[in-house]
């Protein structure tokens, strides 16, 4: 006989991709004891699609989870084989870090965090039922009928609700490849009364390393000098991989075109809805008839693996089709297939249901986390586990919830989309999203969260004891930057290269930082300190001196935004939209109609240079006595 005392937890996560490894650190760090539930201990925190983690929006939240206590950003780390910086040639703001990881690394570096983590007990068992006492959450059913109790549950269930996948005319239930989908807890899910919508999301096929032909190609070396996402993470275990960059072309998309009736997406058998930000490769040729090319990424799934990952061909095409097309592209004339590409449908939950704590709104004290969301990519995924964790367990520890404003984190402006924009399509965070983008950085996360996950106990002392440390060198290096003065003719025998004009006056070194060919490193001789900087704080010391005037301005946006929030959009503005407006905005904007500038702010897919353009117009308008 079981004793019920063994199945007696604080918090259930049911799920172990990468929101519920987050939610499940997050609660069990916070003294509270955690089962976590897996269809398979072998493939915790996987990579089913791309073994990358960061990019564009998403290097932000790798660097947001870190600041809150996260693991993401340390296994990434530790487990990479390519590092790059994105979008270098851009501001700050925008830069993100993208790592390729080796991704059977990655499964057992995650797996050891959770396996040496205290007050948390990971079980291979599959969620089939929640348990109810009293009509209040009170656990989780198995498959063998065992009944696991907690008064707070969180759902991380990814791709695996009702989970089809699509390969032409072939469709079979799965959660992803290889695995079951979770057909019973899909079942009950939607009998105890929870929105349930359909989505659609697809991953390429891989081929075997050694049938392609790497001469000729563009070849993506890993940039060395990336800063790592983690303040806590060691060298990587691997050495590094280089990417290589090829293009399909007119033959590859005869093929494609030819069979497009063959194609699980057009052939009306995928009901769900997919992302527009990931489209499959025969999405691409339906919207993009004309464009003779597409770049293809080949990616290393790992250092001992020889599978390469084609990003940018998923698809969901029959494999017979999947052989040709790929054999027609440069590189790739002999490429064998390891593993097709699919499309997978799967339910999610509305996450209007959801309270900004990421509780639901139907049944207390059950939380969701990532894909079940409507939210796409691994990052978006462990960001909103975190936070569901962190909450989880002040429901526990009788604390107050943490709701995070989309100013404080591109985690809280997600979070805020979600609940309240009305979701049509998988979810994908950008920097474009926000209107806050500058005051956002990759390299600031700590000021802005740090401080709160400590508060909330996910962050220990000694962590937050060496932050504070090192906010406090960084305030040193700064004001030293805006003290140290040259004159004319010491700046042109130091610097000479700077020196040209030869200023009228001193300068400070904070002044010549300014300038956008200089970095923070060229003055390491003047300021020692500046050596004692890890390279995200240095580069976040720079930031707050070339945005200092950006950032006054973008305050003075910020209150004309705030001023005009509740100013009414009536019938003659959408008759006469700005021009200045993106395409995807007013297309955005004429569907939904919003009543108010504030409203059109939360449309997804409306960028805050949208929101400006429409404030600065209306206040034009208003100004010359016109009617909006």
């Known amino acids: 006989m079981i004793d019920k005392k063994n199945n007696e ?18 609660t069990a760090r916070a003294g509270v004891k955690t089962l976590l539930l897996t269809i398979n201990l072998d493939t915790i925190a996987a990579l089913p699609c791309n073994p990358s983690v960061g990019g564009q929006g998403k290097g932000q939240l790798v660097r947001e989870i870190d600041a809150l206590g996260g693991e993401m950003g340390i296994v990434a780390d530790e487990t990479s084989i390519q ?9 700050m703001a925008v830069q993100s870090n993208r790592f390729q990881s080796d991704k059977m690394g990655y499964i057992r570096r995650m797996t050891q965090s959770l396996m040496l983590q205290p007050n948390l007990k990971l079980l291979q068992a599959m969620a089939i039922d929640l348990y109810f006492d009293n009509g209040n959450i009170a656990g989780v059913v198995t498959v063998s009928g065992e009944i696991f109790y907690a008064p707070v549950v969180i759902l ?14 072939i469709s079979f239930s799965a959660g992803r490849a290889g695995e079951p989908a979770a057909d019973a807890l899909g079942n009950s899910i939607e009998k105890i009364g929870l929105p349930v919508m359909r989505f659609k999301t697809g991953t390429p096929p891989r081929v075997d390393a050694s049938t392609v032909n790497f001469d000729g190609l563009e070849i993506q070396l890993s ?15 691997f050495e590094t991989k280089p990417c290589y960059l090829t293009k399909t072309n007119p033959e590859t998309h005869r093929i494609i075109r030819e069979n497009f009736s063959r194609s699980a997406l057009f052939s009306g058998n995928i009901k769900g809805t997919g992302t527009r930000y990931c489209p499959s490769i025969e999405d691409k040729l339906s919207k993009y008839p004309d464009k003779d090319s597409h770049k293809v990424f080949l990616e290393p799934e790992g250092y001992y693996s020889h599978e390469i990952y084609l990003q940018g061909m998923s698809t969901s095409l029959p494999e017979d089709v999947q052989e040709a097309y790929v054999n027609t592209i440069k590189g790739l004339e002999m490429a064998r297939i390891t593993r097709p590409g699919y499309a997978i449908e799967y339910d999610i939950v509305d996450p209007g249901d959801l309270y900004p704590t990421l509780m639901s709104k139907s049944i207390k004290n059950l939380f969701l986390a990532g894909q079940i969301n409507g939210t796409s990519g691994y990052e978006e995924a462990a960001a909103q586990g975190i936070l569901a964790g962190i909450n989880a367990a002040a429901v526990i520890n009788g604390k107050k919830p943490l709701i995070l404003d989309a100013d404080s984190s591109y985690l809280g402006l997600m979070v805020q989309e979600i609940t309240t924009s009305g979701l049509k399509e998988p979810y994908r965070v950008f920097t474009s999203r926000s209107p ?32 504070r440390e090192r906010f406090a060198l960084m305030d040193r290096v700064k004001t030293s ?21 030869v200023p009228a006056s001193s300068v400070t070194l904070a002044q010549l930082l300014k300038r956008a060919e200089v970095d923070i490193n060229k003055f390491a001789d003047l300021i020692p300190e500046i050596n004692q900087l890890d390279t995200m704080a240095a580069t976040e010391v720079e930031a707050q001196i070339k945005y200092e005037g950006y950032l006054i301005q973008q305050k003075k946006e910020f209150e004309l935004r705030e001023s005009m929030e509740k100013i009414a959009l009536d019938e003659a503005f959408f008759n006469d939209l700005p ?22 702010a939360h449309i997804p897919g409306v960028r805050a240079s949208d929101v400006a353009v429409v404030a600065m117009t209306i206040r034009k308008r208003l100004k010359n006595g016109k009617n909006q």
């Open 579 to 600: 021009t200045a407006l993106t395409y995807e905005a007013k297309m955005k904007i004429l569907a939904v109609k919003p009543n108010t500038i504030g409203d059109l």
């Open 436 to 467: 806050f983008r500058l005051n956002l950085r990759m390299s600031n996360a700590e000021e802005r969260l740090s401080e709160i996950a400590y508060n909330y106990d996910v962050m220990p002392e000694n962590k937050i004891s060496l932050i």
């Open 156 to 169: 991380t269930t990814g791709t695996f609700l009702r989970g089809k996948i699509h390969i032409g005319d």
């Open 83 to 91: 590092r790059r910086r994105l979008n270098t040639r851009k501001g």
């Open 223 to 237: 940039d060395e000098d990336t800063a790592p996402f983690s303040l806590w993470s060691g060298d990587s275990e």
């Open 481 to 501: 930057l805006e003290n140290y003065t040259l004159t004319p003719s010491r700046l042109q025998a130091l610097f000479p290269e700077l020196a040209n004009p």
């Open 9 to 26: 937890f604080q918090v259930i996560v049911i799920g172990a991709g990468h929101a519920g490894c987050e939610a499940a650190l997050a």
